[in-house]
């Protein structure tokens, strides 16, 4: 209860909403990075994911190797990529999370599209060749279009997941939403600890609602009377 | 490139390694069964109670555990060690509960704790401990005789900025305020961090903290990616690094000596206390400092680093 005053408190305090550490920054920070991650990995995993989902090969060994970034700890993936990041020259906060983030979104999104691909019924496939269509008219025309609900799925779960773990940045400088965490955490300091937890949730159910709404317009055809 | 490599899987594996420790290696108090030195020459009472040191999740608070279990093992009491993390209320939670009731301390930072950061710590490490122990008595605890090894914040740059910029007291950093400060997330309300330097020395390094896990200060300063960095007095970086260490001349930092924090029930046990105060005894600052090189740079296990302190000191 004196947690939930103190986090009232501090987020109805305009102080603490502008300012380098403020809340409005770190919402911006929090979602350029969520966005960029989520950018990087799908332009990984779809590319490939789609290749072998046309050919129906090598899915198992590639999805087993795209794993790895869901079986490795996201913390784990952070403080091995800080010394390498400051290595080169890459510097605090921003790349290191972005090494963990991609690791992240990677499987989802590229699991997805690989069945969304290889799981098109081969009567559909044949029937398109018997059309007359080449292999690329068929990935482009016929697969990836059928293809599009679960991609897009996967491209929701990797989207969410990045928004609620890019708050690891803040154990390696970099601002987000997370800093209010970590910091509340450290200066045993509820408010701080709340108003961060609670905008996270906040971003990452915004996120889930407008990855639906894009669902929805780019898929048109899913969505039926009576159905959701 | 292997080493730095070596140390960040440490930085992840340690952790793991002293949970583990603190879930059931109790029995391997074996490395105290050799010599003959002054802990064994104490026997614990048949009904002392069982012991169980808090220990953080830093280097030197792993070996002072270590330290105060073997010899207390030697001495035939019933010694394990649980990690209480890396904040101090975790730890005066982990007494008031009795998952712990006794840990190593360092006297002017934990009465800020207590006193909610009022600054009554002083450089005097017995006037500290006198007040520390009025805050203590009412939580059933009690600080016993402070150690000469003193480990405080210590703000440190490196050579080069040193030199470039003509730095060497923290005072100096007036005409510096644009330099970026790196340092855990604590250091905005610590009272020897970001409010002691506004209120002692009236230098606002705010504008360009930086919030680090402790074990990412070191590397973002030798990358330059942070200017200043906020060590403890006793890390073995400064030296080895090549650091430094910027004088506290106006005397914003106090009597951060290291001291055990135990129950008082644990106080009144018969032997207990006199082998507390040797331990104490034995520990320096420079020494304390070999002991954290030897754990951060050597990689040497913390029990194995308190073995070879507690012989070399006659106590093992």
């Known amino acids: ?228 | 490139m292997t080493y730095r490599h070596a140390r960040w899987l440490l930085a992840v594996l340690v952790p793991l390694a002293l949970l583990t420790s603190a879930c059931g290696d109790d029995d391997d108090g074996d490395a105290a069964t050799g010599g003959g030195g002054a802990c064994a020459e104490v026997s614990a009472p048949d009904d002392a109670p069982a012991i169980t040191i808090g220990a953080q999740d830093f280097g030197e608070s792993a070996i002072l555990a270590e330290i105060y279990r073997q010899c207390l093992v030697a001495a035939g009491f019933d010694v394990t060690i649980q990690a209480v993390g890396g904040f101090r209320d975790l730890e005066l939670a982990a007494f008031e509960s009795g998952d712990i009731n006794l840990a190593p301390e360092y006297a002017a930072s934990m009465l800020e704790a207590l006193n909610g950061q009022a600054g009554e710590a002083t450089p005097d490490a017995v006037e500290t401990t006198e007040l520390l122990n009025g805050y203590l008595a009412d939580i059933g605890l009690v600080a016993l005789t402070p150690s000469d090894a003193v480990d405080t914040n210590a703000l440190v740059v490196t050579e080069a900025t040193s030199e470039e910029l003509g730095i060497t007291a923290i005072s100096d950093l007036a005409d510096h305020t644009d330099l970026v400060l790196g340092a855990p997330a604590d250091c905005e309300t610590n009272a020897f961090c970001l409010p002691g330097l506004q209120s002692v020395y009236d230098i606002d390094l705010s504008a360009g903290f930086i919030a680090l896990e402790p074990a990412a200060v070191v590397p973002a300063l030798d990358e330059e990616e942070i200017d200043i960095a906020l060590l403890f007095s006793t890390d073995s970086r400064i030296v080895s690094n090549n650091y430094v260490l910027l004088d506290d001349d106006e005397g914003m930092l106090a009597a951060d000596n290291v001291l055990p924090v135990l129950t008082t029930e644990l106080a009144g046990v018969e032997g207990l206390a006199g082998l507390l105060d040797a331990i104490s005894e034995s520990l320096t600052t420079d020494g304390l400092t070999e002991l954290n090189r030897r754990f951060d740079v050597d990689v040497e296990d913390a029990d194995d680093i308190a073995a070879s302190h507690l012989e070399s000191a006659g106590l093992l």
């Open chain 1, 1 to 228: 209860m004196s947690a939930w005053t103190e986090f009232v408190d501090y987020v109805t305090l305009a102080d603490n909403w502008w300012g380098r550490r403020g809340i409005a920054v770190r919402i911006e920070d929090h979602v350029r990075i969520s966005a960029f991650a989520t950018v990087v990995a799908a332009a990984i995993a779809i590319p490939p994911a789609l290749w072998l989902g046309h050919v129906r090969r090598g899915g198992a060994i590639a999805g087993a190797v795209v794993n790895i970034g869901r079986a490795v700890p996201s913390f784990a993936i952070v403080a091995l990529a800080l010394p390498i990041s400051l290595r080169y020259g890459f510097g605090l906060g921003f790349w290191p999370t972005v090494v963990a983030l991609v690791a992240l979104g990677l499987p989802p999104i590229f699991t997805n599209a690989y069945a969304g691909v290889s799981g098109i019924d081969p009567a559909v496939v044949d029937a398109a060749r018997g059309m007359g269509m080449r292999g690329p008219e068929v990935l482009w025309r016929v697969e990836v279009p059928n293809a599009l609900p679960l991609l897009l799925a996967g491209l929701r779960i990797s989207a969410v997941q990045i928004v609620a773990t890019a708050t690891l940045g803040a154990y390696v400088g970099f601002g987000g939403l997370g800093a209010f965490i970590n910091e509340g955490f450290r200066q045993q300091d509820d408010g701080k600890l709340l108003t961060g937890a609670v905008l996270v949730a906040v971003l990452a159910i915004a996120t889930e609602f407008l990855f639906g709404v894009g669902q929805r317009l780019l898929t048109p055809w899913t969505i039926r009377k009576g159905h959701s």
